[in-house]
């Protein structure tokens, strides 16, 4: 069995853009069918919010557009890249931040930003904060979001079609009995990792 694919979304504090962004995408996946085979969450840079909810007006925003609001905030930890597929940052600062606290270049090269995945980039890649601003920077926000959501939710399914077509381990040969295929072939190349709540 194939372990799921994670996805963790990160901004400052975990109360606006991260928790709007894993809302979104969380809907993406299960609109697609994937629900089970994509593990999707949030954190943030810093832990001034831990434990604490969604900034209100992400409620509001997510609340109108149809999408879920449960949430607590947590911090990222570096622990986490080892288990993790796709760390997604929200903006450049977050980028730099993640990639420095990457205990690996590997780790490091799984950061990447949301806005990269735009089918139209724009020159400016990130989702800016939106926290000392009004409602309608909340609203521009989800909308940034949702408009990557799309090639991100295309990487992400690229990505588990290749992990289904490596090949299965061929078994033994056995000189008293003549091979045969198996009915039911393992994934030989990837084994479930120990869950842990990021």
């Not at 299965?168 to 000189?175: G, L, M, N, S």
Request: hydrophobic content about 40%.
């Amino acid at each position: 069995m194939t372990a799921p694919y994670r996805v963790c979304f990160v901004c400052t504090g975990n109360i606006c853009r991260s928790p709007m962004a894993e809302s979104v995408f969380r809907a993406r996946v299960a609109e697609d069918g994937l629900d089970g085979l994509v593990e999707v969450d949030s954190a943030g840079t810093g832990g001034w919010h831990e434990g604490d909810g969604a900034d209100p007006r992400t409620v509001a925003v997510l609340r109108a557009a149809g999408y879920p609001t449960a949430h607590t905030a947590r911090q990222f930890r570096a622990s986490w890249f080892a288990r993790l597929d796709l760390v997604i940052a929200l903006d450049s600062g977050h980028l730099r931040e993640l990639r420095r606290l990457a205990p690996t270049p590997q780790d490091a090269a799984k950061v990447r930003l949301l806005r990269s995945y735009a089918v139209q980039a724009a020159a400016d890649l990130d989702v800016p904060d939106p926290y000392y601003g009004g409602f309608e920077g909340f609203e521009e926000c989800l909308e940034m979001i949702e408009t990557a959501s799309d090639g991100l939710l295309a990487e992400v399914r690229t990505a588990l079609t290749a992990r289904t077509l490596l090949p299965a381990r061929a078994p033994e040969p056995d000189d008293r009995h003549p091979a045969q295929v198996p009915h039911h072939p393992q994934e030989a190349t990837h084994h479930p990792q120990e869950k842990e709540n990021a």
